[in-house]
């Protein structure tokens, strides 16, 4: 999976997260990982990605939550 694909998923999982469950604004690496059947270290290696954009942000303590900033990135248009 290239890396724009994985952080468009990254993006959609959270905003489906926000909008449909109302339940945890916040995500973790291992929740992003697990839902979008990518490895730990690849889910945690795109947020800090997503966070030097100022896309996501995390917060707390160890495991860190994860966050949209609502700064948006173009996803990709699947055919």
Do not use: C
Not at 27 to 51: D, G, V
């Amino acid at each position: 999976m290239s890396g724009l694909k994985a952080r468009t998923k990254i993006i959609k999982m959270m905003e489906n997260v926000d909008t449909e469950t109302r339940v945890g604004k916040e995500t973790t690496a291992r929740m992003i990982s697990q839902f979008l059947s990518l490895s730990y270290r690849a889910s945690l290696h795109h947020l800090h990605l997503l966070e030097e954009e100022k896309i996501v942000k995390r917060s707390g303590k160890r495991p860190y939550k994860w966050a949209l900033t609502g700064k948006g990135q173009k996803g990709v248009v699947e055919e």
